[in-house]
Structures are given as C-alpha cells and as structure tokens.
C-alpha cells in the first residue's frame, strides 16, 4: 500500500461507536474505548466501511454499512395488542377483487387475536364509518359481520379513514401494548386532504403520540408512493399484494412481528467527523440535526435484520481520523425502558 494511504478501522462491533481511519495500512475490528459489547442488547449492530484507506488531500466517496439485528430474546408472553383495521371500501377497491382480498384478510386478522386485545374496525370511501368502535376481541362477535357487509362505495378520502382508525386507538392508547393501525387501500386518494405534505406531517404526529402505522397497497393499480410514506414516517411496514392468498401471508407475518417485538422507536444518530459530508442515506428516511444525521427505524422483532447504508463524502488527512461515531437508541417492548448505547 502506498504510504501515504490512511487505511480504515472498522470499530462498530458495539451498538455505539467511533469508526476511524488510521494511517499505515492495517485493516481491523476494533472496539471503541470504553464502549460494552452488544450481546447482551436487544438490537445488535455492526458496522462496516467501503474503502480500506483515503488518499490525504482528496476527497473520496465512502460507504457506511450499519447492520441491526433484533436479539433472539425469550418471550415470556407476547403483548397486548391495541389495533384498529382500516378497510377502504371506495369503487375502486371493487375491481381486480381487492375488496374481496381485503375482507378475507380483515376476517383472518379477527382470528388471530386473542381476548385480550382489542380491535376497531373503520371503513371509509367519501364517508367514514367506524362500523366497530375499539373493543376487547371477546366483548363482541360483530367484527366478522362488519366485515362480510362491506361493498364498493363511492370516492376515496383516505387520510379520512386514517385518522379515525388513529383516534380509536389513542382512545385506549396503553404503552404497555403494541398501538397499531393496518390499512388496506389501493392509496387512490381524491377527496378530502390529499395534499402529501400535511398527510406526512400529520401521520408523524401520530406517531409521536405513540402509534405505528402498517400499510398493504392491494391491486395492480395502487399509489405505492402514498402508501409507503405513511408507513415510513409511522415506523410501520409496507407491502403490495395481487392475490388473495398474499394477504393472507403479509397479516400473518405482521401480527407474529407485532408479538415478537423487542424494540420501540429506534434512532440511530451518526455524527460525523470533521470534513465529512453526507450525501445520501439508503433505505430509510433521515433528518440532518446540526452535523448529526438521525435516522428513525421501524419496531424491531426477534431475529429481524436491517440494514442502513449512507454515502458519504471524506478527505484523508494522512492521520489517524474519525469519519463517524454512532449512537442507537430504542425503547424496549417489554419493559418500557430507553436504551441509549453510547461511547464516552
């Protein structure tokens, strides 16, 4: 290697650390003075770089892999579950059989659920109809019937839909439990507010007030746009199904993730080191707070995998230099508590 080469230490073997460049020409694993080891943690990471060695005096572009894992942590029982499913009943939900789709899979969900959860059921098209206020999925044995009823209406206020199936969940909001709303659309929303800009900032508030958010874009047309953002900025998931028998599927891996959860409202914070400059963050949405970027993430459960990737921008300066240091922080799902691993 050229001597004038910095070559990069990869140093994120904890969930928190520096990532520095050392001049010489040695690749190595190493951790951050000071920093735990993440076994024992409920989110494990680690953390890669792109280029072994910067060239002093150029400006290089480099990649920062940071690799999560939800803990394989035991369970000792699955929690609560605080639910509203929000169908969109519009006329165009009548065609390719997506209604269909959707009733199948509502009625699946209602049979997933167990006493102590609790479920609302809102519908909407120009009108919104909470057909089934919040209740315990033992109180009452109207969710099917609400269900089977359902029939193509009208235009599609879908944010409409969203907020009252948002509101019977703050309604018996416990932060013990998992507060989620699942909404089945084609996203083809042409009444009420439609303007993306206060959908998105609207949806964030409700995520700030404790709900996720999942999204499942049905048919072949659909605004996947609109349906992954409001997922995005709730920390839910997102999926697009075509056939009945994908429904089924997604409500399956949703509601065994929602009671595999070990962690809430994650944050990764990456503050970079002088003359770095970020270009671009993969995979996730991003804000820039001073020379920090955060990145929120979605709930993480058992075993789950997740990788964010960031572009940066770096110029060598023929010294040991760090690019980047990182913090994780989360909430975890059982108890409660805000882990904030942290280097000194």
């Known amino acids: 290697m050229h001597p004038a080469l910095s070559a990069c230490c990869l140093a994120l073997l904890p969930p928190t650390a ?40 150029e400006e290089q572009e480099v990649f920062l892999y940071v690799a999560l894992r939800g803990a394989d942590v035991p369970l000792e029982q699955r929690l609560d579950l605080n639910l509203a499913l929000v169908v969109d009943r519009s006329g165009s939900m009548g065609s390719q059989d997506k209604l269909v789709q959707a009733k199948a899979a509502a009625e699946q969900l209602v049979e997933r659920l167990g006493p102590r ?22 109180e009452t044995g109207g969710f099917k019937t609400a269900i089977r009823a359902l029939r193509p209406g009208g235009n599609t206020n879908l944010y409409g839909g969203l907020a009252a199936g948002c509101n019977e969940v703050l309604a018996h909001y416990d932060e013990r439990a998992l507060n989620q709303v699942l909404l089945l659309s084609d996203g083809l929303a042409n009444e009420g507010l439609t303007d993306r800009t206060k959908i998105r900032r ?22 996947e746009e609109l349906l992954g953002l409001l997922a995005h900025n709730a920390r839910g998931n997102y999926s697009y199904v075509d056939h009945a028998e994908a429904v089924g599927g997604y409500l399956d891996r949703e509601i065994d993730q929602l009671a595999a959860v070990v962690a809430r409202d994650l944050e990764l914070r990456v503050e970079l080191g002088d003359g770095v400059r970020l270009e671009e963050v993969y995979g996730y949405p991003s804000r820039r707070e001073g020379d920090a970027v955060v990145v929120p993430i979605p709930d993480t459960f058992a ?10 921008t770096a110029c060598g300066n023929g010294a040991e230099q760090v690019l980047a240091r990182t913090t994780l922080s989360y909430v975890g799902a059982q108890e409660g508590g805000r882990h904030v691993h942290d280097s000194p």
């Open 18 to 57: 520096n990532l520095s460049c050392i001049p010489g020409g040695q690749e190595a694993w190493r951790r951050a003075p000071g920093t735990t080891s993440s076994l024992d943690a409920l989110v494990e990471t680690e953390s890669r770089i792109s280029h072994p060695a910067l060239l002093p005096g």
């Open 303 to 312: 075993g789950e995998r997740r990788k964010v990737v960031l572009r940066l």
């Open 202 to 223: 609207r949806v964030q508030g409700f995520h700030e007030r404790g709900l996720r958010v999942s999204t499942m874009g049905m048919g072949l047309n659909y605004d």
């Open 117 to 138: 959860d609790r479920l609302a059921i809102v519908v909407y098209d120009n009108e919104i109809d909470t057909v089934v206020p919040s209740s315990f999925v033992d």
